[in-house]
């Protein structure tokens, strides 16, 4: 990377929103926790500090060594970063008298400061703090206020050290966009170069290095992520690629031959490998959603483990497949390291958790610095079948966590019916795109209905539909009634098993976007 922003996180569930409005003025950043603050070097251009579930005020608050920092880099503070700086500098930071969260409007802005050039008054900015910077040193200047906070943004004096009492990163701060701008390009002075045909190019470069004349085993799954570190690989190395795709028995109908299809079509060098009866054997009256997880990644690292002595056996006399590739992605790896100690698990993660230490293949993951929405355009740029690269999001486990209790042969049956007939109905009114993830889960509750004259006894299913940028937080689709009523009366109507369909308007928080 020629150049970058690197943010320190101290904890702010909005820390990852802060990176990705940096990304979208083409400057490549990082994210990484304020105790463990990476070599600083040449390349990087400016630090951003993020704002933090912590009080400054509390002994074991986050601190670090910002004045080195300051020394050599602009720096800008957001919400707690901002009142981290002022009191270590000799301000004052207090409980606010009311706590301030939500939209406030700035009373004074001072055009003249590059950090808010562009920046007018009566701006709206959205506030999240429960202290406030009651004082700040003399060689701090204010620089914005609202009604209520006098200190909503300052700049030390003769340096590029910049405060903001507000969250510009938030859609909700109106000209937030124009300040991160003003502080990434003028202040920090960032070229803009940072493309998803210039990651192409330099990733591809970086892949041949790498790998030199290497062989690379992958999974595939199917969904984006996979797809497109696939084809950033293959573009680097050719056939010395080697992919499979598993149908574990847990896919939507028809997913196996459609996606296998693709995939040759793409050109990649891919076998499919049906491992149905292994799946279905392991998680034979299992119903407890974890174990469930656990038994088919580790089916799944039997399945690669044989998958991958084939390769090895057909390769040429000494050539040896050296590296797993995989297609994690940034979220991933933010998701698994925590500014205070070990996160908690929710659920284990839907890719396959780790291989056994006896495989002695070293990871190779290609886009492992992207988020989702970059992915995709990396997969644009690389020509990639619209087809998968518009595909909904789709957990590994598949369906073998939308099926809620046991799993079986004829509740997957029932339940691919069902699912096909809606995310078609999704695709025809146009709906599709419009949504980040449906999925249809059945439930392990029968309800009574009627058909004809006879009294049924049947299974129920839920439809899912969520809006999100990468599935960090996710909201429900207000899919029309007209629409829910056409997918409800076609899934009952023509689905064997099914008398009763739900729709399901939970948020992630508090809701997860699976049910398991």
């Known amino acids: ?95 606010s008298e009311i706590r301030e969260y939500g939209r406030a409007n700035l009373q004074f802005v001072d055009n003249d400061n590059a950090l808010l050039k562009g920046v007018p008054a009566q701006s709206q900015v ?52 124009v300040l991160i701008k003003n502080f990434v390009i003028d202040i920090c002075g960032c070229a803009q170069d940072w493309t998803s045909e210039s990651f192409v190019e330099s990733t591809i470069e970086d892949l041949k290095k790498d790998l030199g004349t290497d062989h690379v085993i992958m999974a595939l799954s199917g969904g984006v992520d996979s797809t497109v570190a696939a084809v950033l690989l293959q573009r680097a190395i050719g056939d010395r690629l080697h992919c499979f795709f598993v149908d574990h028995g847990l896919l939507r109908k028809d997913e196996f031959e459609q996606v296998l299809d693709s995939y040759k079509n793409m050109g990649l060098n891919i076998k499919g490998v049906n491992a149905k009866e292994l799946f279905f054997g392991k998680l034979a009256g299992v119903t407890e959603p974890e174990q469930k997880r656990k038994i088919i990644g580790g089916a799944f690292i039997d399945v690669f483990d044989q998958a991958s002595k084939d390769i090895q056996s057909e390769l040429p006399e000494g050539s040896e497949a050296k590296w797993l590739g995989q297609g994690t992605i940034y979220p991933d790896i933010i998701e698994s390291i925590s500014v205070k100690g070990p996160s908690a698990t929710i659920k284990s993660h839907h890719n396959v958790g780790g291989l056994p230490d006896y495989m002695k293949l070293k990871v190779i993951e290609p886009l492992k610095t992207l988020f989702k929405d970059e992915v995709r355009r990396v997969g644009k740029t690389l020509d990639v079948d619209p087809n998968i690269l518009n595909r909904h999001p789709f957990p590994g486990p598949g369906l073998g966590i ?93 689905v064997k098993g099914i008398n009763r369909v739900v729709y399901d308007i939970s948020s992630k928080p508090p809701a997860t976007i699976e049910w398991e």
């Not at 906070?149 to 590029?160: F, I, L, S």
């Open 1 to 95: 990377m020629s150049e970058k922003i690197i943010i320190l996180d101290f904890g702010s569930q909005y820390t990852q929103l802060i990176a990705r409005r940096v990304r979208e003025l083409s400057v490549y950043c990082e994210i990484h926790p304020f105790n463990k603050v990476p070599e600083l070097d040449d390349t990087v251009k400016g630090v951003i500090f993020s704002g933090s579930p912590y009080s400054v005020r509390q002994e074991d608050a986050p601190q670090i060594d910002y004045k080195s920092i300051q020394e050599k880099f602009p720096l800008l503070g957001v919400c707690y970063g901002a009142q981290y700086l002022a009191q270590q500098s000799g301000g004052e930071v207090l409980p």
């Open 126 to 177: 959205w506030m999240s703090h429960g202290d406030t910077i009651k004082e700040v040193p003399a060689n701090f200047k204010i620089i914005a206020s609202t009604d209520k906070v006098r200190v909503a943004a300052y700049q030390v004096e003769g340096t590029n050290t910049y405060g903001i009492q507000f969250h510009p990163e938030v859609t909700h701060s109106t000209d937030g966009q």
């Open 402 to 494: 939308r099926i809620l209790g046991d799993i079986n042969e004829e509740k997957v049956r029932i339940l691919q019916e069902a699912d096909d007939i809606y995310i078609r109905n999704l695709k025809e009114s146009g709906w599709y795109d419009k949504v980040w993830q449906a999925g249809t889960i059945f439930l392990p509750v029968q309800s009574v209905g009627v058909m004809g004259d006879e009294r049924t006894y049947e299974h129920v299913v839920a439809l899912r539909a969520v809006g999100s940028l990468d599935g960090m937080t996710a909201d429900w689709i207000h899919l029309p009634y007209e629409l829910l009523a056409k997918i409800s009366n076609e899934i009952i109507n023509h």
